[in-house]
T-cell receptor
Framework: AQKITQTQPGMFVQEKEAVTLDCTYD???????LFWYKQPSSGEMIFLIY??????QNATEGRYSLNFQKARKSANLVISASQLGDSAMYFC??????????????FGSGTRLQVQP | KAGVTQTPRYLIKTRGQQVTLSCSPI?????VSWYQQTPGQGLQFLFE???????NKGNFPGRFSGRQFSNSRSEMNVSTLELGDSALYLC???????????FGSGTQLSVL
């Protein structure tokens, strides 16, 4: 089974509107972390936001927020007030075994977001 | 603070050759991880080093190896290159006690 599933290969959004990028995950480990990264055409992976499995509140970083629904195993990224510069690939990733020192991230297949003026 | 630096940015090799990629982590970061990104397989974990020791290894053949130096800089080596090794190789660094991984811009390897 896929550990990280991103069901939206591509998304379009109008500038200044909000957009939600979906991510579901699969793990039996009680201690894990969920990440979102942005990859523009330049190739660099840019860290956006992080949510730990024990965090009680949803993470927020500026215009980015993570809608964490633990029981449903979903960690959707919400981008408010989209900007043209937000056009990029977005990857959801998970790191399991936070208390065991494992640092490998498992990535989803990504969602290509295009912001239209 | 300088980010993660990877060199070279682009590399073209032929089948059977070997290649060495370099990664300089963010100053103070002691953990360095490597990932391979291809259109078909997506992003896959290669290995992770901390204080010159390999702590984790992904599911890649022994042709893929790496090392970390005392200044935390890391290199990865691919021997006997195959066409399927063409990919973007990304390096990431992190502090020991933080969950954030910071990535470099990658090395785009093309094997002809």
């Amino acid at each position: 089974a896929q550990k990280i599933t991103q069901t939206q290969p591509g998304m379009f959004v109008q500038e200044k509107e909000a957009v939600t990028l979906d991510c579901t995950y699969d793990t039996s480990d009680p201690s894990y972390g969920l990440f979102w990264y942005k990859q523009p055409s330049s190739g660099e992976m840019i860290f956006l936001i992080y949510q730990g499995s024990y965090d009680q509140q949803n993470a927020t970083e500026g215009r980015y927020s993570l809608n964490f629904q633990k029981a449903r195993k979903s960690a959707n990224l919400v981008i408010s007030a989209s900007q043209l510069g937000d056009s990029a690939m977005y990857f959801c990733a998970m790191r399991e075994g936070l208390d065991t020192g494992r640092r490998a991230l498992t990535f989803g297949s990504g969602t290509r977001l295009q912001v239209q003026p | 603070k300088a980010g993660v630096t990877q060199t070279p940015r682009y590399l073209i090799k032929t089948r059977g050759q070997q290649v060495t990629l370099s990664c300089s982590p963010i100053s103070g970061h002691r953990s360095v991880s490597w990932y391979q990104q291809t259109p078909g397989q997506g992003l896959q974990f290669l290995f992770e080093y901390f204080s010159e020791t390999q702590r984790n290894k992904g599911n890649f053949p022994g042709r893929f190896s790496g090392r970390q130096f005392s200044n935390s800089r890391s290199e990865m080596n691919v021997s006997t290159l195959e066409l399927g090794d063409s990919a973007l190789y990304l390096c990431a660094s992190s502090l020991r006690d933080t969950e954030k991984l910071f990535f470099g811009s990658g090395t785009q390897l093309s094997v002809l």
